[in-house]
């Protein structure tokens, strides 16, 4: 369930009823240019809805993926993890992030 590319490791974990699941996303270098990025999704249920939980907490992160998904969504689409310049520079390399996910319906 997991997708990782040279720089970024995104390893996921889905309950058997879809109702859960775990997202890490570790990004070894920042990039001095970041651009808008999406972490696509599988196993989800498409028709469920869901509620993004970050941790530690990203002010950043957890504004942008705030609002409750449908799983169809999250497959689609992915969650945000676009950065401007600034908070880019501000968390330096070496970052990792875990996402929760639960259904509320």
Known sequence: NG?????AMRP???SDDR?????????????PEPSWAT???RGLDPARTYEVRIWPEDPWLTLRNLA???GDDLMANGLILDEDRTYAASR???VARLF???AID
Do not use: C, K, Q, T
């Open 12 to 14: 996921a974990s889905v």
């Open 68 to 70: 409750p998904r449908g």
């Open 3 to 7: 997708v990782s590319s040279r720089n």
């Open 19 to 31: 109702a859960h699941a775990i997202v890490g996303w570790y990004r070894v270098l920042s990039r």
């Open 92 to 94: 330096g390399d070496f």
């Open 39 to 41: 972490l696509p999704l």
């Open 100 to 102: 929760e996910l639960v």
